[in-house]
Protein backbone atom coordinates (compact mmCIF):
# COMPACT_ATOMS: atom_id res chain seq x y z
CA UNK A 1 0.00 0.00 0.00
CA UNK A 2 1.13 3.30 -0.15
CA UNK A 3 3.43 4.63 1.98
CA UNK A 4 4.17 8.62 2.77
CA UNK A 5 7.30 10.55 4.55
CA UNK A 6 7.30 13.59 5.63
CA UNK A 7 9.98 16.21 6.52
CA UNK A 8 10.65 18.03 8.73
CA UNK A 9 8.60 17.11 11.60
CA UNK A 10 8.93 20.68 13.40
CA UNK A 11 10.11 23.83 11.62
CA UNK A 12 10.95 27.11 12.92
CA UNK A 13 10.99 30.41 11.23
CA UNK A 14 11.34 34.11 11.77
CA UNK A 15 8.25 36.19 10.52
CA UNK A 16 8.41 36.86 6.79
CA UNK A 17 10.52 33.87 5.98
CA UNK A 18 9.49 31.32 3.61
CA UNK A 19 8.99 28.08 4.91
CA UNK A 20 9.02 24.83 2.94
CA UNK A 21 7.93 20.89 3.29
CA UNK A 22 8.80 18.06 2.28
CA UNK A 23 6.96 14.50 1.32
CA UNK A 24 7.68 11.64 -0.81
CA UNK A 25 4.81 8.93 -1.47
CA UNK A 26 5.85 5.25 -2.60
CA UNK A 27 2.99 4.17 -5.05
CA UNK A 28 3.57 5.05 -8.19
CA UNK A 29 -0.24 5.59 -8.97
CA UNK A 30 -1.28 8.20 -7.15
CA UNK A 31 -2.51 10.93 -8.61
CA UNK A 32 -3.85 13.47 -5.98
CA UNK A 33 -1.51 14.95 -3.34
CA UNK A 34 -3.74 17.42 -0.67
CA UNK A 35 -2.22 19.25 1.81
CA UNK A 36 -4.15 20.10 5.37
CA UNK A 37 -3.54 22.87 7.72
CA UNK A 38 -4.58 21.83 11.27
CA UNK A 39 -4.60 24.26 14.31
CA UNK A 40 -4.16 23.11 17.87
CA UNK A 41 -7.56 21.64 18.89
CA UNK A 42 -9.01 21.67 15.32
CA UNK A 43 -10.01 19.54 12.33
CA UNK A 44 -7.59 19.33 9.45
CA UNK A 45 -8.44 21.60 6.92
CA UNK A 46 -7.54 21.66 3.29
CA UNK A 47 -5.16 24.06 2.13
CA UNK A 48 -4.24 23.32 -1.27
CA UNK A 49 -4.28 20.56 -3.48
CA UNK A 50 -2.28 18.96 -6.98
CA UNK A 51 -3.26 16.82 -9.38
CA UNK A 52 -0.72 15.12 -11.22
CA UNK A 53 -1.15 16.33 -14.52
CA UNK A 54 0.13 19.15 -12.90
CA UNK A 55 3.78 20.46 -12.01
CA UNK A 56 2.86 23.25 -9.57
CA UNK A 57 -0.32 25.45 -8.09
CA UNK A 58 -0.39 28.44 -6.53
CA UNK A 59 -2.71 30.33 -4.35
CA UNK A 60 -1.27 33.76 -2.79
CA UNK A 61 1.04 32.79 -0.46
CA UNK A 62 1.12 28.91 -1.10
CA UNK A 63 1.91 26.94 -3.90
CA UNK A 64 2.97 23.52 -4.05
CA UNK A 65 5.09 21.39 -6.54
CA UNK A 66 5.34 17.79 -7.39
CA UNK A 67 8.16 15.88 -8.82
CA UNK A 68 6.48 12.41 -10.40
CA UNK A 69 9.41 10.92 -11.26
CA UNK A 70 11.15 11.47 -7.92
CA UNK A 71 7.72 10.84 -6.48
CA UNK A 72 7.89 14.10 -4.00
CA UNK A 73 6.22 16.74 -3.23
CA UNK A 74 6.69 20.04 -1.50
CA UNK A 75 4.97 23.01 0.08
CA UNK A 76 5.96 26.69 0.05
CA UNK A 77 4.56 29.24 2.30
CA UNK A 78 6.24 32.62 1.51
CA UNK A 79 6.37 36.00 3.79
CA UNK A 80 5.55 33.48 6.54
CA UNK A 81 2.72 34.90 9.36
CA UNK A 82 2.31 34.18 13.03
CA UNK A 83 -0.95 32.85 12.00
CA UNK A 84 0.84 30.15 9.50
CA UNK A 85 2.11 28.67 12.85
CA UNK A 86 0.24 25.09 12.79
CA UNK A 87 0.77 21.71 11.84
CA UNK A 88 0.89 20.55 8.04
CA UNK A 89 -0.26 17.26 6.58
CA UNK A 90 0.53 16.32 3.39
CA UNK A 91 -0.91 13.17 1.93
CA UNK A 92 -1.62 11.17 -1.39
CA UNK A 93 -4.54 9.42 -2.38
CA UNK A 94 -6.10 7.54 -5.90
CA UNK A 95 -8.82 9.62 -6.97
CA UNK A 96 -10.78 7.52 -9.42
CA UNK A 97 -9.69 4.21 -8.14
CA UNK A 98 -12.21 1.78 -5.44
CA UNK A 99 -10.48 3.06 -2.44
CA UNK A 100 -9.37 6.83 -3.03
CA UNK A 101 -8.19 6.69 0.55
CA UNK A 102 -5.96 9.50 1.96
CA UNK A 103 -2.88 8.10 3.46
CA UNK A 104 -1.12 10.99 5.26
CA UNK A 105 2.47 11.67 6.15
CA UNK A 106 3.39 12.16 10.00
CA UNK A 107 2.76 15.94 10.21
CA UNK A 108 5.03 18.77 10.28
CA UNK A 109 4.39 21.16 12.97
CA UNK A 110 5.42 24.77 12.23
CA UNK A 111 5.85 27.50 14.29
CA UNK A 112 6.80 31.34 13.41
CA UNK A 113 8.44 34.03 15.41
CA UNK A 114 6.96 37.20 15.23
CA UNK B 1 -25.35 22.23 5.08
CA UNK B 2 -23.74 20.98 8.26
CA UNK B 3 -20.65 18.97 6.67
CA UNK B 4 -19.43 16.16 8.11
CA UNK B 5 -20.52 15.77 12.36
CA UNK B 6 -19.59 13.83 14.78
CA UNK B 7 -20.46 12.87 18.30
CA UNK B 8 -19.28 13.09 21.55
CA UNK B 9 -16.86 15.11 21.65
CA UNK B 10 -15.43 13.83 24.68
CA UNK B 11 -15.86 10.30 26.17
CA UNK B 12 -13.82 8.43 28.88
CA UNK B 13 -14.23 4.95 28.66
CA UNK B 14 -13.21 1.99 31.37
CA UNK B 15 -10.82 -0.83 30.02
CA UNK B 16 -13.41 -3.39 28.40
CA UNK B 17 -16.17 -1.53 27.64
CA UNK B 18 -17.92 -0.97 24.72
CA UNK B 19 -18.84 2.18 22.91
CA UNK B 20 -19.77 3.56 19.34
CA UNK B 21 -18.64 6.84 18.00
CA UNK B 22 -21.46 8.36 15.68
CA UNK B 23 -20.54 9.94 12.16
CA UNK B 24 -23.16 11.57 9.77
CA UNK B 25 -22.42 14.49 6.41
CA UNK B 26 -25.35 15.38 4.63
CA UNK B 27 -23.22 16.20 1.63
CA UNK B 28 -24.30 13.13 -0.41
CA UNK B 29 -20.55 11.55 -0.41
CA UNK B 30 -19.92 8.61 -1.51
CA UNK B 31 -16.56 7.80 0.47
CA UNK B 32 -16.53 7.97 4.81
CA UNK B 33 -13.30 6.84 6.65
CA UNK B 34 -12.45 6.80 9.60
CA UNK B 35 -8.79 8.00 11.40
CA UNK B 36 -7.29 8.26 14.63
CA UNK B 37 -4.59 11.06 15.55
CA UNK B 38 -1.94 10.17 18.19
CA UNK B 39 1.13 12.97 18.83
CA UNK B 40 3.99 12.23 16.28
CA UNK B 41 1.88 9.64 14.15
CA UNK B 42 -0.02 11.99 12.09
CA UNK B 43 -3.52 10.47 10.79
CA UNK B 44 -3.67 6.65 10.51
CA UNK B 45 -6.36 5.13 8.99
CA UNK B 46 -8.76 2.86 10.88
CA UNK B 47 -11.74 2.21 8.14
CA UNK B 48 -13.25 2.95 5.06
CA UNK B 49 -16.44 2.98 2.71
CA UNK B 50 -16.65 3.66 -0.76
CA UNK B 51 -20.91 3.46 -0.30
CA UNK B 52 -23.72 2.17 1.66
CA UNK B 53 -23.03 -1.61 2.23
CA UNK B 54 -19.22 -1.40 1.65
CA UNK B 55 -17.02 -1.30 3.89
CA UNK B 56 -12.80 -2.21 4.50
CA UNK B 57 -10.15 -1.78 6.54
CA UNK B 58 -7.23 0.96 6.89
CA UNK B 59 -3.79 0.48 8.25
CA UNK B 60 -5.08 -0.16 12.15
CA UNK B 61 -8.38 -1.84 12.13
CA UNK B 62 -7.76 -4.01 14.85
CA UNK B 63 -10.39 -3.46 17.81
CA UNK B 64 -12.86 -1.45 15.84
CA UNK B 65 -15.79 -2.36 14.00
CA UNK B 66 -17.94 -0.16 11.01
CA UNK B 67 -21.02 -0.28 9.41
CA UNK B 68 -22.29 2.09 6.22
CA UNK B 69 -26.09 1.67 6.36
CA UNK B 70 -26.78 4.93 5.05
CA UNK B 71 -25.16 6.83 2.56
CA UNK B 72 -24.94 9.73 5.39
CA UNK B 73 -23.74 7.66 8.47
CA UNK B 74 -20.38 5.85 9.40
CA UNK B 75 -20.49 4.76 13.03
CA UNK B 76 -17.39 3.20 14.38
CA UNK B 77 -17.91 0.77 17.10
CA UNK B 78 -15.05 0.08 20.22
CA UNK B 79 -15.56 -3.37 20.76
CA UNK B 80 -13.88 -3.71 23.86
CA UNK B 81 -11.79 -0.63 24.80
CA UNK B 82 -7.86 -0.81 25.61
CA UNK B 83 -5.68 2.23 26.99
CA UNK B 84 -3.92 1.86 23.36
CA UNK B 85 -7.27 3.57 22.31
CA UNK B 86 -6.97 6.48 23.65
CA UNK B 87 -6.65 9.02 20.86
CA UNK B 88 -8.80 11.53 18.93
CA UNK B 89 -10.71 10.00 16.53
CA UNK B 90 -12.01 12.12 13.22
CA UNK B 91 -14.20 10.85 10.65
CA UNK B 92 -13.84 12.46 7.14
CA UNK B 93 -16.01 12.13 3.98
CA UNK B 94 -15.29 13.23 0.40
CA UNK B 95 -17.15 12.81 -2.60
CA UNK B 96 -15.40 10.33 -5.52
CA UNK B 97 -12.87 12.67 -6.92
CA UNK B 98 -13.12 15.22 -4.76
CA UNK B 99 -12.40 17.31 -1.93
CA UNK B 100 -11.92 15.45 1.80
CA UNK B 101 -13.44 17.45 4.88
CA UNK B 102 -13.01 16.18 8.09
CA UNK B 103 -15.32 16.16 11.29
CA UNK B 104 -14.73 17.91 14.20
CA UNK B 105 -13.25 14.81 16.10
CA UNK B 106 -13.96 13.01 19.35
CA UNK B 107 -11.54 12.99 21.80
CA UNK B 108 -11.46 9.35 23.85
CA UNK B 109 -9.85 8.27 27.05
CA UNK B 110 -9.80 4.76 28.03
CA UNK B 111 -8.73 3.97 31.48
Known amino acids: GENVEQHPSTLSVQEGDSAVIKCTYSDSASNYFPWYKQELGKRPQLIIDIRSNVGEKKDQRIAVTLNKTAKHFSLHITETQPEDSAVYFCAASILGGSQGNLIFGKGTKLSVKP | NAGVTQTPKFQVLKTGQSMTLQCAQD?????MSWYRQDPGMGLRLIHYSVGAGITDQGEVPNGYNVSRSTTEDFPLRLLSAAPSQTSVYFCASRPAGGTQYFGPGTRLTVL
Open chain 2, 27 to 31: MNHEY
